[in-house]
């Protein structure tokens, strides 16, 4: 029933034609059947809980060929994360030679990507994952503005091919797209953003539309337009970098601050971006070092989940740390993401070091997180009431302990470790 109460919502958001045609073949979550399985992903409203999967930005840059990404999808299924429901493969920029062929068509670069995006996608589709892509609404994408550092080569965007390039995405058999805005204006993006959404739905393929309007301004909130838009600059693998106007990257609780406040913008099916995780990640893309500890690393992965955020790695797969892996397939953290409800968790709590964070889930319970933004371990409390129980005892699970603390009554106060978080489900308790 909640199911259904969250598939209705999700078709009486999106563009009627779609909605319609998913209504009407009635195949909405239904198949069951495994022989159904490619009809019924392709039927299933994409991102109705956040995407889970892999990007290759964060650690490789420009620096892909198809070889790479099919070991990071191998190593999604070896690591135990495809179980865990991490799904998406996807290629960030540079996957793309550096101009369209004689007739137009944007090919992928024939050095690093001979096989072309169908056969890979074929690849990661044949294990049971889906395949995303790259693109930008400008004439060029990212990486040719000097991002990295270096002088890198400048890359073609969509604008004026989008009906050609959503058309080839469909071909292929691409399951997602991150529209990154780089050369279109702010004044255009909005258009461009929904230009490509409607050709997107005229190639009839569905796809998970991430967009990053990189502060471009829009008369309708973007959920009108795309599943998942970027509220934040680049993450880049630090704990704070102190982040100030006009600064293009961030640090982890940078973005926290940035992110929070949208939280009354995400539902089923739309999310707030508060850019890729960079657990496990151990050189920064744009040039400095990763510094986050373990601990760092448990606070940035619940605290998205906490958001209802996309939980898109960005490391490399095939050489975690114990560490690395656990934090990334902690089912319990990753189920308050994936909660059916799709509530953003807010920060009830706040006093510059010690916040509590409280997020509404479908069976009524709450998942409570209890951060330490300070330089030492200190005690943070919260009482059910204001984390919104609607009851004054709780049965309570730690989920990063992975055990039951008991019924505790109004209330709890525990230590928590400097740049660290303690993570509770509390539901209510007689
Ligand atoms: C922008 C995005 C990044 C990445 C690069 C690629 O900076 O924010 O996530 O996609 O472009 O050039």
Redesign the pocket.
């Given at each position: 029933m909640l199911a259904f109460r969250i598939v209705s919502r999700f078709l009486a958001r999106i563009a009627p034609p779609v909605a319609l045609s998913l209504a009407a073949c009635g195949c909405v979550g239904t198949a069951d059947d495994p022989l159904a399985s490619e009809a019924a992903a392709l039927s299933r409203p994409p991102a109705i809980t956040p995407p889970m999967g892999w990007n290759s930005?964060n650690t490789y840059g420009c620096a892909i060929d198809e070889t790479l990404v099919k070991r990071q999808a191998d190593a999604m299924i070896a690591s135990g994360m495809r179980d865990a429901g991490y799904e998406y493969v996807n290629l960030?920029?540079?996957w793309m030679a550096t101009s369209r062929d004689a007739g137009g068509n944007l090919r992928a670069n024939p050095a690093t990507f001979p096989s072309g995006i169908k056969a890979l996608a074929d690849y990661v589709h044949a294990r049971g994952l889906k395949l995303g892509i790259?693109s930008s609404p400008g004439p060029e994408?990212?990486?040719g503005r000097g991002?990295l550092g270096a002088v890198q080569d400048k890359h073609p965007g969509s604008a004026g091919h989008e009906s050609a390039d959503a058309q080839a995405f469909a071909a292929w058999g691409v399951d997602y797209l991150?529209y990154?805005r780089?050369t279109a204006t702010k004044q255009e993006a909005e258009a461009k953003f929904a230009l490509m959404r409607a050709e997107l739905d005229a190639a009839g393929r569905p796809v998970v539309y991430s967009i990053?309007p990189?502060g471009a301004p829009s008369s309708k909130p973007w959920s009108t337009y795309a599943n998942m838009w970027?509220t934040t600059?680049?993450i880049d693998p630090t704990w704070k970098k102190g982040f100030a106007q006009g600064w293009?990257s961030a640090g982890i609780v940078d973005i926290l601050d940035l992110n929070a406040p949208r939280a009354a913008d995400a539902s089923p099916g739309h999310w707030n971006d508060p850019?890729?995780l960079e657990v496990g990640v151990t050189k920064s893309v744009l040039g400095g070092k990763a510094t986050l500890s373990d601990s760092e690393a448990r606070a940035h992965f619940s605290l998205w989940a906490m958001m209802a955020a996309p939980l898109i790695t960005g490391n490399d797969l095939t050489q975690m740390s114990d560490a690395t892996r656990s934090i990334l397939t902690n089912g319990e953290i990753i189920a308050l993401d994936q909660d059916a409800l799709g509530a953003q968790g807010v920060r009830i709590q706040g006093d510059g070091t010690r916040e509590v964070w409280a997020k509404r889930l479908a069976d009524g319970s709450v998942g409570v997180a209890l951060l330490n933004r300070g330089r030492s371990t200190t005690t943070v409390s919260v009482t059910w009431s204001a984390a919104g129980l609607g009851s004054a005892n709780a049965h309570v699970r730690d989920l990063w302990a992975h055990a039951d603390l008991g019924v505790l009554a109004r209330g709890t106060s525990l230590p928590v470790p400097s740049h660290g978080v303690v993570v509770l489900r509390a539901s209510a308790a007689p």
């Open positions: 930005w960030d920029d540079c790259y994408t990212c990486v991002l991150k990154d780089c990053n990189d970027r600059p680049d293009w850019d890729m």
